[in-house]
């Protein structure tokens, strides 16, 4: 049927329930309106792509969302795109074939995250899991636009660290998708989002806190609250500076007693050397691994297969440690451990190098960092020596000023001297 597409025209027809009634746009060619058996009707155009000899049929819009003048020209704008070599049906059904952000991270956790260091491996899978997906997850792949992920980044606006880190893994999520073609190159939505200003979190521990820390250490272990393994792992964790990862995943074949020394064959910044001192050397001949483990730090219980695997997570027995030691009667007010984080006890073994002199190149060696620029936090803390040297000039010089006897100088034993390069 053949008739100028109106309202008053579209009303009249009747849908037959054997099969579709077209009624083609006498105004403009290919422009119709199918009615199916159930009523619903819609705008359509009907065409055949240059080089083809099959005709084609998509539907621009139902009625009701558009006037009938709308669909028409909106009709005209797709035929004139068949004219210039197009074929707007293929496109429609190429983008409903497009691959999802949920599917795209499918592959993206087995041909990337998969290969990643187990923690950052488990920080990925986490914010993909809560976070990303559970937000643009729906979306295909090349829908996705700077607008989202500016949006998904604010929605974490009150933690900015963690705003940041959704940010960079989406950057790398779609960094992934250009990789493999589904979306054109230079086309990463996560670029230009601006970052989060972070405070850096460093609490460096004082001698004082130290005492207290070892002192309720010594005391959970003594009323087995905590394993001794659990403080082993603290007391190590104090007196190398490592991660503690690092230790928790240490095997007994990696420790060479010998040669004092922990061979990491990986870390976060790739294999390394960890010098051992003679106390981590001692605590290392005393520790605790009758039970036959191949682990430095032994789980409490064994595993379902009846071995001894290694301690997972110590952040029980580091609450139980702190909070004895911000609990105890004689301990001094400026003493104050709430909040510390296990992650501070490295801080601190870089802070007391720092004031005792070594250089930022020996603290750095010690920590393992891979930039000298990381090792750059800990210089404010470098100043105890250079002060102790302007106290005894200043000293000198007011004596001097006034008429004071000159103080006696005393040779310390060599082996209490303090090195200051």
């Known amino acids: 049927m053949n008739a ?3 309202s008053r025209t579209i009303n009249r027809i009747e849908p037959d329930p054997r099969r579709d009634v077209f009624v083609w746009d006498s105004e403009l060619k290919g422009f119709g309106l199918r009615v199916k058996p159930s009523g619903v009707a819609a705008f359509v155009i009907q065409y055949r792509p240059i080089g083809s000899r099959t005709t084609r049929r998509l539907t621009v819009a139902k009625t009701g969302t558009l006037t009938v003048d709308e669909a028409r020209q909106l009709a005209r704008v797709k035929l004139a795109e068949v004219v210039q070599g197009g074929d707007p049906a293929a496109e429609k059904a190429d983008k409903k074939q497009q691959p999802t952000v949920r599917e795209l991270a499918v592959r993206f956790r087995r041909e990337h995250v998969a290969h990643l260091k187990p923690n950052t491996r488990r920080e990925y899978e986490r914010l993909l899991d809560d976070l990303i997906l559970k937000s643009i997850g729906s979306r295909q792949v090349t829908a996705v636009t700077r607008g989202d992920i500016g949006k998904l980044h604010h929605e974490q606006a009150d ?3 963690q705003a940041n880190k959704v940010l960079a893994v989406t950057g790398k999520l779609f960094s992934f998708a250009e990789a493999v073609g ?7 939505p996560a670029q230009h989002v601006k970052k989060y200003a972070e405070v850096k979190r460093e609490r460096y521990l004082s001698e004082a806190e130290l005492y207290r820390l070892g002192k309720a250490m010594t005391e959970l272990e003594a009323e087995k609250k905590i394993t001794a393994h659990a403080a082993l792992l603290f007391r ?5 500076g490592c991660r503690v990862g690092e230790w928790l995943g240490a095997r007994w074949e990696w420790v060479d007693l010998d040669r004092g020394l922990l061979l990491l064959p990986d870390s976060k910044t790739g294999q390394k050397a960890v010098t051992l001192s003679a106390v981590t050397l001692e605590l290392l001949r005393h520790a605790l691994h009758e039970k036959g483990s191949p682990w430095v730090i032994t789980a409490r219980r064994r595993d379902a297969a009846g071995e001894w695997p290694h301690m997972v997570n110590a952040n029980k027995s580091w609450y139980l440690i702190r909070d004895k030691a911000n609990k105890q009667e004689d301990k001094a007010p ?7 984080r296990i992650h501070d006890l490295r801080h601190s073994f870089a802070s007391v190098g720092a004031g005792a002199g070594l250089s930022l190149p020996v ?7 891979s930039e000298p620029s990381t090792t750059k936090r800990y210089s404010h803390l470098a100043d105890s020596p250079l002060r102790k040297a302007a106290d005894l000039v200043a000293g000198e010089v007011w004596a001097a000023m006034n008429a004071a006897p000159p103080a006696d100088v005393v040779n310390m034993p060599t082996h209490s001297a303090k090195r200051t390069g």
């Not at 589904?182 to 990463?188: E, K, M, S, V």
């Not at 190590?236 to 190398?240: A, D």
């Not at 603290?363 to 960092?369: E, K, P, Q, R, V």
């Open 159 to 161: 933690h900015p660290a």
């Open 182 to 188: 589904l979306r054109p190159n230079g086309t990463n």
């Open 236 to 240: 190590l964790l104090l007196t190398t």
């Open 363 to 369: 603290i750095g060696a010690l920590l393992g960092h």
């Open 334 to 340: 400026e003493v104050d451990l709430k909040g510390v």
């Open 4 to 6: 100028k597409l109106t």
